[in-house]
């Protein structure tokens, strides 16, 4: 079986018809329990049970149900950060998976109840199913997220507190497997902040051309790298930032911490006197997270934008 998905939208409905939750940002699961065990499977109904060890055990014991949910892991600032979960996703070695569980737990946030002892309850409505499902009493590694009926309320809530954003369901929608459906509606915050720019990278095969932008965040510890910026850089784009890092150029990076060499290859680095806005895709992670160039700050310096102990 395939998850069912949400309908991309730029604003939350307001109502009692609807009923809101935090958007993980994480690793769709589908868990089954049954005579059979326990068998975790992905969004594209591959077998993933071994990379979880600390999820494979059912709070509920050999109890029968289908669950639907997220794994989320948190990173060094406390937020569920998809990229903590990169180096688990693809294990397959058991002894593998075991020690990067220990070094990065992951949480299980169950959010829908599919069947329960033997009764499918796909066709039932999403309130009944969210009913039942709290009242199962899941804990420990496994959770079953808040829901909220103050839809604006999640909204502002999650972005103040850097989360990926909110995902509202109708009350009386049953559970369609595979399908995207607008019964249910997911909203992904963006943020535009404002960057030092500490380096540029040619567009590939050329030398030249400026393509992306390695920029970075005034802190008391001095530049901090967070990202290398490509989209939104067109031609037009490229030729004006062009023309304003033309002599800024210098030897070595000006960036306090080490740049990946996988940014730090081929790039031309800059004196740190260049101020951009960048639209990112949530906030409070050490990496921009598909950061959009959306203009220079000619009205900024990176004084201004703090930094200072």
Same mark, same amino acid.
């Given at each position: ?131 039942? +499902?709290?009242?199962? #009493?899941?804990? !420990? $590694?496994?959770?079953? /997220? ?7 309320? %999640? @909204? ?66 001095? +530049?901090?790298?967070? #990202?290398?910026? !490509? $989209?939104?850089?067109? /031609? ?7 023309? %304003? @890092? ?64």
């Amino acid at each position: 079986m395939r998850p069912m998905l949400a309908t991309r939208t730029d604003h939350v409905p307001t109502g009692d018809a609807w009923t809101h939750e935090v958007k993980w940002d994480g690793v769709r699961a589908l868990t089954d329990v049954g005579t059979g065990g326990l068998r975790m499977t992905s969004r594209n109904e591959n077998a993933i049970t071994i990379a979880w060890p600390e999820l494979a055990t059912s709070p509920l014991g050999e109890r029968d149900l289908l669950v639907d949910g997220e794994i989320i892991a948190l990173n060094d600032r406390g937020l569920p950060d998809f990229r903590t979960l990169q180096e688990r996703m693809h294990v397959r070695r058991a002894t593998t998976a075991a020690r990067l569980a220990e070094r990065v737990p992951a949480i299980y946030m169950v959010f829908d109840l599919l069947r329960l002892d033997g009764r499918d309850l796909t066709g039932e409505p999403q309130e009944v199913r969210r009913g039942l +499902l709290e009242g199962l #009493g899941v804990d !420990g $590694s496994w959770q079953v /997220p808040a829901a909220y009926d103050d839809g604006a309320m %999640l @909204v502002e809530a999650t972005r103040q507190q850097g989360l990926e954003g909110v995902v509202s369901k109708r009350r009386t929608s049953t559970y369609r497997p595979g399908e995207r459906t607008p019964h249910w509606l997911k909203l992904a915050h963006r943020h535009r902040l404002s960057y030092v720019v500490g380096g540029w990278r040619p567009q590939e095969g050329t030398t030249d051309r400026l393509a992306a932008l390695l920029v970075g965040e005034q802190t008391p510890d001095g +530049l901090i790298y967070r #990202g290398r910026v !490509g $989209s939104g850089i067109g /031609p037009r784009q490229s030729r004006v930032l062009t023309e %304003l @890092v033309a002599g800024l150029g210098r030897g070595d990076s000006p960036f306090a911490d080490e740049v990946p060499p996988v940014d730090a290859q081929g790039t031309h680095w800059l004196e740190p006197a260049l101020v951009v806005d960048i639209d990112t895709h949530g906030r409070g992670y050490d990496r921009l997270r598909q950061p959009s160039f959306q203009g220079v700050r000619t009205d900024l310096t990176p004084e201004d934008l703090g930094g200072d102990p």
